[in-house]
């Protein structure tokens, strides 16, 4: 089935500590997105790739690091320097442009301790 | 600048009553997309459709429909005869074309619109 996967679905992390959140697609998609999503909020753009090694701040990157080695992974860093990354976090995924649909994945929801 | 607005933040219905979810956009540009997305208690976003901003009709589908008014800047969202299943959080996004040179977009979400149905 094609579809986008994230890992793990819970995340618990102590202060100080970094964390990667894994994110897969087997859609065949060029450009990937991580967002953010706080209670009783909407989502807001993390970092986004449109293509293999190549990738941009969203509107809230400061604390968060990406990398795109590869066309199906995405995997978000949340790195120390976050200082509250408490959140729920979800990537898409999209043919390509901002006329495409963006895709997402089921999730994953991180706690610091 | 670009916004999105769902002034209703929660809303309850009984079940088979009918319900409209209203959401606002701003925008400058003459070209763009709106979305309707729904999140379920599992929290996953599921895609419900997409507009452009040339094509004015409303659609239908199924119990649901979307009212697209470029002159109000509305993309109204109405659920018919509502089921218990229809519980969810329901977003309005703008698409918003993040570089031009490479046509790569950004979504814009409303705060989003809590739904429940009870039986």
């Known amino acids: 089935d094609g579809g986008i996967t994230q890992s793990p679905k819970y995340l618990f992390r102590k202060e100080g500590q970094n964390v990667t959140l894994s994110c897969e697609q087997n859609?065949?998609?060029?450009?990937m997105y991580w967002y953010r999503q706080d209670p009783g909020q909407g989502l807001r753009l993390i970092y986004y790739?449109?293509?293999?090694?190549?990738?941009q701040k969203g509107d809230i990157a400061e604390g968060y690091s990406v990398s795109r080695e590869k066309k199906e992974s995405f995997p978000l860093t949340v790195t120390s320097a976050q200082k509250n990354p408490t959140a729920f976090y979800l990537c898409?995924?999209?043919?390509?442009?901002?006329?495409?649909?963006?895709?997402f994945g089921p999730g994953t929801r991180l706690t610091v301790l | 600048a670009q916004k999105v607005t769902q002034a209703q933040t929660e809303i309850s219905v009984v079940e088979k009553e009918d319900v409209t979810l209203d959401c606002v956009y701003e925008?400058?540009?003459?070209?763009?997309?709106l979305f309707w997305y729904k999140q379920p208690p599992s929290g996953e976003l599921v895609f419900l459709i997409r507009?452009?901003?040339?094509?004015?009709q409303n659609e239908i589908s199924g119990r649901y429909s979307w009212n697209f008014q470029k002159s109000t800047s509305s993309f109204n969202f109405t659920i018919t005869a509502s089921q218990v299943v229809d519980s969810a959080v329901y977003f309005c996004?703008?698409?918003?074309?993040?570089?031009?040179?490479?046509?790569?977009?950004?979504?814009?979400f409303g705060q989003g619109t809590t739904l429940q149905v009870k039986p």
């Open positions: 859609l065949n998609h060029d450009a």
């Open positions: 898409a995924s999209s043919l390509g442009g901002y006329t495409d649909t963006q895709y």
């Open positions: 507009r452009n901003s040339f094509d004015e």
């Open positions: 996004a703008l698409s918003e074309a993040l570089r031009q040179e490479s046509n790569t977009g950004k979504l814009i």
């Open positions: 925008t400058r540009d003459t070209t763009y997309y």
């Open positions: 790739s449109q293509i293999v090694n190549d990738f």
